[in-house]
């Protein structure tokens, strides 16, 4: 199992990705956690080598007696990317994962590239706030506080149509270490970066909820926005848990902000690299190889705008637009791209299975002889790769 010991205490750790990729750290919510950014997984290994951790007090890491303050629980990241010989990494923080961010942004620049702060706060209510839920906890466990903080972590939509996400969180919150959400709860309590936070100056992206109960935005998502030095903001649908409560839209903005400085500064790069992701090396250089003084800037607009600008968009993963790039293809009746994106899909990943699915829609919206067509196209390039 992945656990370092980091200070006497035991850290679960995991991971994951490329390792030539830069880092990302994930830091989770209050009552959470590594597992509450599950949804954003699959897209963000796609550009970064991902380190989830379960901060002290929660999940499988240790649970150290006694009230813990947001410096140990920011200095506990450090140890555990130090022990992974991990120098500088982007962050991403929810709630107390964001409280996290804003102290090492602030005693620990130097390790930060860029950091999402997500239904965060400078400071958090009020200390008879947080003296009321420890208490509450420890007068009666988790359990004493579940509902509520449901209803403050989802909306009231989520929560009734019982909710997947909705569902896990709540198993995670009332599995949670009683002594070690306490002890959290003191470091929430005593947070207050609200006159230091023009001192900051990496680059930050402020992710909010319009109907957050435990950070509304106008109180802090908006403050945080405007005192961070050029920072950039994004308000989304939903409750506490914006990540879970709007995943897609949550990955988009975060993938978008945290990408944009390596993909913006050179569009015809970024496009060629993209190119020979979906369609081959092979291919991209018979295209470079045969292009002439008539063709050469049309080969360069579609390499800076369609694979540099669009397909390298973080809004949708590869194969969603090669099924879709295959569908309108095919209603199009432009078969010599459909076959050229269907045989360089099988090639990297497309199933026959998945080509049966987008040709079905194709058939009921573009009508059956399009769908026809495309099926016997795909038969022939299943029956060429198999001889192959």
Same mark, same amino acid.
């Given at each position: 199992?992945?656990?370092?010991?980091?200070?006497?205490?035991?850290?679960?750790?995991?991971?994951?990705?490329?390792?030539?990729?830069?880092?990302?750290? !994930?830091?989770?919510?209050?009552?959470?956690?590594?597992?509450?950014? =599950?949804?954003?997984?699959?897209?963000?290994?796609?550009?970064?080598?991902?380190?989830?951790?379960?901060?002290?007090?929660?999940?499988?890491?240790?649970?150290?007696?006694?009230?813990?303050?947001?410096?140990?629980?920011?200095?506990?990241?450090?140890?555990?990317?130090?022990?992974?010989?991990?120098?500088?990494?982007?962050?991403?923080? !929810?709630?107390?994962?964001?409280?996290?961010?804003?102290?090492?942004?602030? +005693?620990?620049?130097? #390790? !930060?590239?860029?950091?999402?702060?997500? &239904?965060?706060?400078?400071? *958090?209510?009020?200390?008879?706030?947080?003296?009321?839920?420890? &208490?509450?906890?420890?007068?009666?466990?988790?359990?004493?506080?579940?509902?509520?903080?449901?209803?403050?972590?989802?909306? %009231?939509?989520?929560?009734?149509?019982?909710?997947?996400? /909705?569902?896990?969180?709540?198993?995670?919150?009332?599995?949670?270490? %009683?002594?070690?959400?306490?002890?959290?709860?003191?470091? !929430?309590?005593?947070?207050?970066?609200?006159?230091?936070?023009?001192?900051?100056?990496?680059? $930050?992206?402020?992710?909010?909820?319009?109907?957050?109960?435990?950070?509304?935005?106008?109180?802090?998502?908006?403050?945080?926005?405007?005192?961070?030095?050029?920072?950039?903001?994004?308000?989304?649908?939903?409750? +506490?848990?914006?990540?879970? /409560?709007?995943?897609?839209? *949550?990955?988009?903005?975060?993938?978008? *902000?945290?990408? $944009?400085?390596?993909?913006?500064?050179?569009?015809?790069?970024?496009?060629?690299?993209?190119?020979?992701?979906?369609?081959?090396?092979?291919?991209?250089?018979?295209?470079?190889?045969?292009?002439?003084?008539?063709?050469?800037? *049309?080969?360069?607009?579609?390499?800076?705008?369609?694979?540099? =600008?669009?397909?390298?968009?973080?809004?949708?993963?590869?194969?969603?637009?090669?099924?879709?790039?295959?569908?309108?293809?095919?209603?199009?009746? #432009?078969?010599?791209?459909?076959?050229?994106?269907?045989? =360089?899909?099988?090639?990297?990943?497309?199933? /026959?299975?998945?080509?049966?699915?987008?040709?079905?829609?194709? /058939?009921?919206?573009?009508?059956?002889?399009?769908?026809?067509?495309?099926? +016997?196209?795909?038969?022939?390039?299943?029956?060429?790769?198999?001889?192959?």
């Amino acid at each position: 199992m992945p656990f370092l010991n980091v200070d006497d205490i035991r850290l679960f750790y995991r991971l994951e990705g490329r390792t030539d990729l830069p880092v990302l750290a !994930l830091s989770h919510s209050l009552g959470c956690d590594h597992e509450m950014w =599950a949804p954003q997984m699959p897209d963000l290994l796609d550009h970064f080598q991902v380190l989830r951790f379960d901060t002290r007090g929660h999940g499988a890491s240790g649970v150290p007696q006694g009230d813990y303050t947001i410096e140990q629980l920011a200095r506990d990241l450090l140890a555990l990317a130090d022990a992974l010989r991990i120098d500088k990494f982007a962050l991403c923080g !929810l709630s107390m994962g964001g409280a996290i961010g804003q102290w090492l942004a602030l +005693h620990a620049p130097a #390790r !930060l590239t860029s950091m999402v702060l997500a &239904n965060t706060a400078a400071k *958090f209510g009020t200390t008879e706030l947080w003296e009321t839920r420890r &208490n509450a906890v420890r007068d009666g466990g988790m359990a004493a506080i579940a509902d509520l903080t449901m209803q403050r972590f989802f909306s %009231p939509e989520m929560l009734a149509r019982g909710d997947a996400f /909705a569902q896990s969180t709540r198993a995670v919150f009332l599995g949670t270490d %009683p002594a070690g959400y306490i002890g959290c709860c003191a470091a !929430l309590r005593d947070v207050d970066h609200r006159a230091v936070l023009g001192k900051i100056r990496v680059l $930050t992206l402020v992710i909010g909820s319009d109907s957050d109960p435990s950070t509304p935005w106008a109180e802090n998502g908006a403050v945080l926005a405007r005192e961070l030095p050029g920072a950039k903001a994004v308000v989304l649908p939903g409750a +506490h848990l914006s990540n879970l /409560a709007r995943p897609r839209s *949550f990955t988009a903005a975060a993938l978008q *902000f945290l990408l $944009t400085k390596d993909t913006a500064t050179d569009s015809l790069e970024q496009g060629l690299r993209v190119r020979r992701q979906v369609l081959g090396d092979e291919h991209v250089e018979r295209s470079m190889a045969s292009a002439t003084e008539l063709t050469r800037d *049309f080969q360069e607009l579609i390499t800076r705008y369609a694979w540099g =600008a669009v397909w390298s968009r973080p809004g949708l993963d590869q194969r969603t637009r090669r099924l879709l790039v295959l569908a309108i293809t095919a209603a199009m009746s #432009r078969w010599e791209e459909f076959r050229l994106h269907l045989r =360089a899909g099988l090639q990297h990943g497309l199933e /026959a299975c998945d080509l049966k699915e987008a040709l079905l829609q194709a /058939a009921i919206y573009a009508g059956v002889p399009a769908a026809n067509t495309g099926f +016997h196209i795909a038969k022939e390039e299943i029956d060429r790769q198999v001889r192959s």
